[in-house]
């Protein structure tokens, strides 16, 4: 599976609806956004903490109503097209998303944001199959899959290749760290990991997913080894790569 990275945010101004409607287009078979909570419990789709990187104006978005954040424009920076693009609300993000199309939440911020993520899910209507929840922190992971078992979840990691050899975390840690947290998988960096790294992983019994990948022979690679999805920043350009089946 293709998985577009914060939308077709190589394209588009990234966690945007424009962004996530371009991946559509492009052929993408899942979107992977970011999410945190507003001072008012809104669940809002943005990377970072604050609105530095996208607008104008930084504010912290915990301490920041939805509706002071609709105000923003983080769409002109990536250029006059995309001007007055707004923050979307995880609502507006899921109605973007064809049937039988995928979005891989990652929760960017603390627990708390878990109880109205999940409300979100349920009013969305979308099928289980559909959703999937991605983070960095293990313990939310787990949590996710206490709460809502049904949903696949993944731990986001980024592995190390150490000069000996050796990778951090170890293949023996990961392995400790899904189990605790009853994860579906695993999700890499694409640098820092080798074929044996992802094929005990599978063999362990969990899925292999990889980010964030825009180069066409990184992404065939992958795919050889068996990794569920690749996530990219440009999804029509490495979807149409992979369908074409391009040599190592």
Not at 207 to 217: G, L, M, R, Y
């Amino acid at each position: 599976m293709v998985v577009a990275h914060r939308g077709a945010s190589g394209e588009a101004p990234e966690n945007t609806i424009p962004a996530f409607k371009l991946a559509w287009r492009q052929g993408a078979d899942a979107i992977e956004g970011d999410f945190h909570l507003t001072k008012d419990g809104q669940v809002v789709c943005i990377h970072d903490a604050n609105t530095k990187k996208v607008a104008a104006k930084n504010l912290v978005v915990k301490n920041t109503t939805l509706a002071e954040l609709k105000k923003l424009d983080v769409g002109i920076k990536k250029g006059t097209a995309f001007e007055n693009t707004s923050i979307p609300t995880i609502g507006e993000v899921f109605k973007t998303i064809p049937a039988k199309k995928k979005i891989y939440i990652e929760i960017k911020c603390g627990l708390e944001i878990i109880p109205p993520l999940l409300r979100e899910v349920s009013k969305s209507q979308l099928e289980k199959e559909q959703i999937v929840f991605i983070c960095f922190d293990a313990k939310i992971i787990g949590e996710v899959k206490m709460k809502a078992p049904h949903f696949k979840a993944y731990w986001l990691s980024d592995v190390k290749q150490n000069k000996d050899g050796s990778f951090t975390p170890s293949l023996e840690d990961s392995l400790v760290t899904l189990r605790k947290v009853k994860a579906d998988g695993m999700s890499s960096s694409r640098s820092g990991i080798d074929d044996e790294f992802i094929s005990k992983l599978q063999m362990a019994g969990f899925e292999h997913h990889v980010w964030t990948v825009n180069e066409i022979k990184t992404a065939q690679w992958f795919a050889n080894q068996g990794t569920l999805s690749v996530t990219t920043d440009f999804p029509g350009r490495i979807k149409g790569a992979l369908k074409a089946k391009v040599p190592d």
